[in-house]
């Protein structure tokens, strides 16, 4: 496949694999409801068919090792996941303070978010990468994928109904898939940046069920309040950016 026909199929694979995910979810909820409401409730069927869609599409064309479907090439590079970790576990450790949802819910929410990591991570980093590294140098690829990852998630407007929630949480996802992406490079596999990917969602969404019922403002959010999510993941981004810092000159095409 040239790279020229490669990024036309994989663009229409992705707005494929978004309409799954969006309608799906949308039809499922039967209109509007919190980010996530769904992810607790059972298997969230549309994100399972979405990650099997982009799988087929991975598979299809060929070379599936180039996606990172693939084991660890440089093992010693998960240590490298130790700040995101972090991250994770204090989410955690805050749900545990705040009061942790039933078991039931926390279950479901495990099993779909590593869904969703499996899903995001193999549309983007894997499928996505794979094309746009086949037509440009390393970071114009790394920057194409990393920008598409966040809008992609204003599309959560369509299940939420909230403008800037989503806007919002665009150039959080933005940032925080940088991270995904460093662990793709550094450790030439997609499996560790789907996995990093699920419990840090699975983090996330376990603080918020935590945090629901407490206290709440009937006021509008401070512009802080509103921009904390980007500016809490900032960090991360920063760190992830150190350890891509030599791909340019390494030179690090994924399909190597």
Do not use: K
Request: with cysteine; aromatic share 10%.
């Amino acid at each position: 496949m040239t790279p020229r026909i490669a990024i036309p199929i994989t663009l229409a694979a992705f707005a494929l694999w978004a309409a799954i995910t969006v309608i799906g979810s949308r039809l499922m909820a039967g209109g509007t409801e919190e980010l996530g409401g769904a992810l607790g409730r059972g298997i969230d069927w549309p994100i399972l068919a979405a990650g099997a869609f982009i799988l087929g599409v991975a598979l299809w064309q060929g070379r599936a090792e180039e996606t990172g479907l693939r084991a660890v090439q440089h093992p010693g590079t998960l240590r490298l996941a130790w700040f995101p970790m972090l991250y994770i576990l204090g989410g955690l450790g805050t749900a545990v303070a705040l009061g942790l949802p039933p078991a039931t819910v926390m279950i479901w929410v495990l099993i779909n978010t590593l869904i969703v990591g499996f899903s995001e991570e193999l549309m983007f980093r894997g499928v996505m990468l794979r094309s746009f590294r086949r037509r440009f140098s390393i970071w114009p690829a790394v920057l194409l994928t990393s920008l598409l990852f966040g809008a992609v998630h204003s599309l959560n407007i369509f299940t939420t109904g909230e403008v800037a929630q989503s806007l919002i949480q665009s150039c959080a996802a933005a940032l925080s898939g940088l991270i995904f992406m460093a662990m793709r490079l550094r450790t030439g596999s997609i499996w560790p940046p789907m996995v990093l990917h699920g419990l840090w969602d699975f983090a996330t969404f376990t603080l918020g069920a935590s945090a629901q019922g407490g206290p709440t403002d009937a006021t509008d959010p401070s512009i802080v309040m509103m921009v904390f999510p980007v500016l809490l993941v900032l960090p991360n981004a920063i760190y992830a950016l150190y350890l891509m810092r030599n791909i340019g000159r390494d030179n690090a095409d994924p399909s190597s």
